[in-house]
């Protein structure tokens, strides 16, 4: 009876081999070189897939959050001068149906802002696409 191509006689290592792209014969990894090359793989897409996003954000929150707080500052100190000026105005100080205006003037200043932000981020979202 000859030798099964399938199980090899104890003490034989068996190296088998394959053909890359050019046509080379190479030899197939060992499962220490194959789990080595998982591990190289796995550790090279966790970072591409995380710290490299990570950074990404981290260069919009740079610039972001301070925007976000300025923006927020500059309607506070608007909304709050408009009220202020309305309610220097002599028709409008005192009790009654007017002394909601100033209130009403300064919530209309922030609309107004708002308006102009939406409107300055779509143009911006326009140029970005074209």
């Known amino acids: 009876m000859g030798a099964d191509p399938l199980w ?3 003490g034989v290592i068996v ?3 394959a053909i890359d792209r050019k046509g080379v014969e190479v030899a197939s990894p060992t499962p220490m070189e194959g789990a080595q090359e998982l591990q190289q ?12 996003p990570l950074k990404v954000l981290g260069s919009y929150l740079k610039f972001g959050i301070p925007g976000a707080i300025s923006l927020f500052l500059s309607g506070l100190f608007v909304s ?3 009220l202020r000026l309305l309610q220097g105005i002599d028709k409008f100080a005192g009790g009654g149906k007017g002394s ?9 200043a922030l609309l107004v802002m708002i308006a102009m932000i939406i409107l300055l981020m779509l143009r911006a979202g326009k140029r970005v696409k074209s």
């Open 8 to 10: 090899p006689s104890p």
């Open 41 to 52: 793989m796995l550790v090279s897409y966790a970072k591409q897939e995380t710290t490299e």
């Open 100 to 108: 909601l205006v100033p209130y009403l003037g300064a919530f209309g």
């Open 15 to 17: 190296v088998e081999t």
């Open 80 to 82: 709050m001068g408009v």
